[in-house]
């Protein structure tokens, strides 16, 4: 089975602190999301990647960048943490298919990490 | 702009019972659709999705949803809930055919569980 494995299930940090969020995937995958999560808001899309050293802004990408140097790994950054970015955040990934159109046809969600700004 | 609607924030309904949840996409062309479950503390798990084809599509733990084109809906059921299917349920759409793929979610519809 494929397995997404973030690095934190749950993380305390104060305001204005540098944060990392680390997502890995075992299935050689070359899509990897980040979302957060918040109650009567559903998954929404902070950043995703194609490739290696590809980014792509999603849904709510300020506050936020992202880091993918290795295929397996993508990491999500919170430069200045706020109180605003307390949530649940899930990372994915989904296999590339074909080779022109990026038809991405499921996804595989870690378990997430409750991160609380204080 | 290309949305997905779950009408319903929570729902309750007794064991045994039959379930129905909502899921209405705005988009003009066939999309790609999905139903996710995330049990507390966990992760999203895939339960079905639809491509093409035969509109009534079945998933694990004896779900089933039907995709009508002429409603915008991807209903998603299962006949007799048990307890451990208490969780929150997602429905998501994948515009296909673009570079810029991404997946769609709604807001989630919570389940409840009566004994």
């Known amino acids: 089975d494929v397995k997404v494995t973030q690095s934190s299930r749950y993380l305390v940090k104060r305001t204005g602190e540098k944060v990392f969020l680390e997502c890995v995937q075992d299935?050689?995958?070359?899509?990897m999301f980040w979302y957060r999560q918040d109650p009567g808001l559903g998954l929404r899309l902070i950043y995703f990647?194609?490739?290696?050293?590809?980014?792509e802004k999603g849904d709510i990408p300020e506050g936020y960048s992202v880091s993918r140097e290795k295929k397996e790994r993508f990491s999500l950054i919170l430069e200045s943490a706020s109180t605003n970015q307390t949530s649940m955040y899930l990372c994915?990934?989904?296999?590339?298919?074909?080779?022109?159109?990026?038809?991405?046809?499921?996804?595989?969600f870690g378990s997430g990490t409750q991160l609380s700004v204080l | 702009a290309q949305s997905v609607t779950q009408p319903d924030i929570h729902i309750t309904v007794s064991e045994g019972a039959s379930l129905e949840l909502r899921c209405n996409y705005s988009?003009?062309?066939?999309?790609?659709l999905f139903w996710y479950v995330q049990s507390p503390g966990q992760g999203l798990q895939l339960l079905l999705k639809?491509?093409?084809?035969?509109?009534l599509v079945q998933g694990i733990k004896g779900f089933e949803a039907e995709f009508k084109r002429s409603q915008s809906s991807f209903n998603l059921r299962k006949p007799s809930v048990h307890w451990s299917d208490a969780a929150e349920y997602f429905c998501?759409?994948?515009?296909?055919?673009?570079?810029?793929?991404?997946?769609?979610f709604g807001k989630g519809t919570r389940l409840h569980i009566l004994p």
């Open positions: 994915a990934s989904s296999p590339r298919r074909g080779t022109k159109l990026l038809k991405m046809k499921r996804l595989f």
């Open positions: 299935m050689d995958h070359e899509n």
């Open positions: 990647s194609y490739d290696v050293k590809m980014k």
């Open positions: 988009y003009g062309a066939t999309p790609y």
């Open positions: 639809y491509f093409s084809g035969d509109t």
């Open positions: 998501a759409v994948v515009r296909p055919m673009n570079r810029d793929d991404k997946i769609i």
